[in-house]
């Protein structure tokens, strides 16, 4: 059984930084992909960075240059970090892993896929 929980959400002015933290509880964790969503009211939620079991990162063009997909294998976290905030990131920002083995990692986080654990989500606003 994986467990997700997700940490460090908040405000933040545009042009600002944050960090999200995500520590995994669970069996999988040196074997799979993991990776960061994000969800706005009325829309699908979008994958916006993974990273592989081996630590290639692939982000989604929309934050790709402004945030930094990391882990650490000895806490079992997975941190992403929110540089050059946009307002236009304001969302609620998911933890996730896929239940099957993916390679790459990138197509698992193209769209929502039911065979995918969740953290709870936090939430993120910057504020222009």
């Known amino acids: 059984q994986v467990r997700l929980v997700e940490s460090g959400g908040g405000s933040v002015q545009a042009g600002g930084s944050l960090r999200l933290s995500c520590e995994y509880s669970g069996n999988s964790w040196r074997n799979n992909c993991m990776g960061w969503f994000r969800q706005v009211p009325g829309k699908a939620r979008e994958g916006i960075a993974t990273?592989?079991?081996?630590?290639?990162?692939s982000y989604a063009n929309s934050v790709k240059g402004r945030f930094t997909i990391s882990k650490d294998n000895a806490k079992k976290t997975l941190d992403l970090q929110l540089d050059a905030a946009e307002p236009e990131d304001t969302a609620m920002y998911y933890c996730?892993?896929?239940?099957?083995?993916?390679?790459?990692?990138?197509?698992?986080?193209?769209?929502?896929?039911?065979?995918?654990?969740w953290g709870q989500g936090i939430q993120v606003t910057v504020s222009s």
């Open positions: 996730a892993a896929p239940r099957k083995i993916w390679s790459p990692c990138w197509p698992w986080a193209e769209r929502e896929r039911p065979d995918t654990d």
């Open positions: 990273m592989s079991a081996g630590g290639v990162a």
